[in-house]
């Protein structure tokens, strides 16, 4: 079973930075996609960006030119830049990681997900 831990959140001004990180407990490398997800109160969990095993990056296009996703193998970390933080930023920040498993009768994707760490942007 993988554990996965966010860390670096907290309260921000407007127009500030983060930087978020997920540690994973086994090897990045073995899952195909990376994704942070955040959820804002009274809101449902939305998609925010993603990373796959080969290097494709796709972000909501709300963060574009803002966030940046990046990985580091080496240290079994996926990690999440926040810049030009705006207030609508506040949420609880999920990271998310998908495998798909070949498996006899049926192959599935197994999906983790870490506990969550809070961004509040505010002045």
């Known amino acids: 079973q993988v554990q996965l831990v966010e860390s670096g959140g907290g309260l921000v001004q407007p127009g500030g930075s983060l930087r978020l990180s997920c540690a994973a407990s086994?090897?990045?490398?073995?899952?195909?996609?990376l994704n942070w997800y955040r959820q804002a109160p009274g809101k449902q969990r939305e998609y925010v960006a993603s990373?796959?095993?080969?290097?494709?990056?796709n972000y909501v296009d709300s963060v574009k030119g803002r966030f940046t996703i990046s990985r580091d193998n080496a240290k079994n970390t996926v990690y999440l830049q926040l810049n030009s933080l705006k207030p609508e930023d506040t949420a609880v920040y999920y990271c998310?990681?998908?495998?798909?498993?070949?498996?006899?009768?049926?192959?599935?994707?197994?999906?983790?997900w870490g506990q969550g760490t809070q961004v509040t942007v505010s002045s």
């Open positions: 998310n990681a998908r495998k798909f498993v070949y498996a006899t009768p049926h192959s599935r994707w197994d999906n983790y």
């Open positions: 086994g090897s990045i490398s073995s899952f195909n996609i």
């Open positions: 990373i796959t095993s080969d290097g494709t990056i």
